[in-house]
């Protein structure tokens, strides 16, 4: 029997959401002596991440990009990446439309800026969807990233 070689990691700070999902999931590359890591977060939603105050949850479409780019950053330090070594994200948005360009645009620059670096532009797709798994969602981001082992 072959043994599995992705391995799945969770935030420790924060109450487990869905118990029986990972946060993310880490590909060995190659699986024997891994030189890199591939790493796929799961979808981030805007929920305010675990480390700051129990605060509801936000109602304004800035407000949850910006904690979805959060928690995606917070997912990747699992395995010690950074936003600098994400190399693809999608982004749903519910009802997506051009009142959601400006905010989403602001976030994702500051989620990408590097001091006294030029700003990492890795591909992304921006996905209008009808709903996500809460009405209150309105953003959920995926990232993809590779780490040296």
């Known amino acids: 029997m072959t043994l599995p070689i992705v391995t799945t990691l969770n935030r420790s700070d924060g109450p487990p959401d869905a118990p029986t999902l990972s ?3 880490v590909v060995p590359l190659p699986p024997v002596n891994p030189t890199a890591y591939l790493l796929q977060t799961a979808g981030q939603i805007g929920k305010p991440p675990p480390t700051t105050p129990s605060t509801p949850f936000p109602t304004s ?3 949850q990009a910006a904690n979805a780019f959060a928690n995606v950053g917070a997912c990747l330090g699992l395995k010690g990446a950074t936003p ?3 190399t693809k994200i999608t982004i ?3 009802n997506l439309n ?3 360009r400006e905010p989403l645009i602001d976030v994702i620059r500051n989620f990408f800026r590097i001091e006294g670096q030029e700003s990492h532009k890795p591909p992304s797709s921006l996905i209008g969807v ?3 798994a809460s009405p209150d969602f309105m953003i959920e981001v ?3 990233a590779v780490v040296a082992a």
Request: glycine share 4%.
């Open 92 to 94: 749903y948005v519910v």
């Open 98 to 100: 051009a009142s959601h």
């Open 61 to 63: 479409f800035h407000e």
């Open 130 to 132: 009808a709903g996500l």
């Open 142 to 144: 995926e990232a993809t």
């Open 23 to 25: 946060a993310l999931s």
């Open 84 to 86: 600098r070594d994400i």
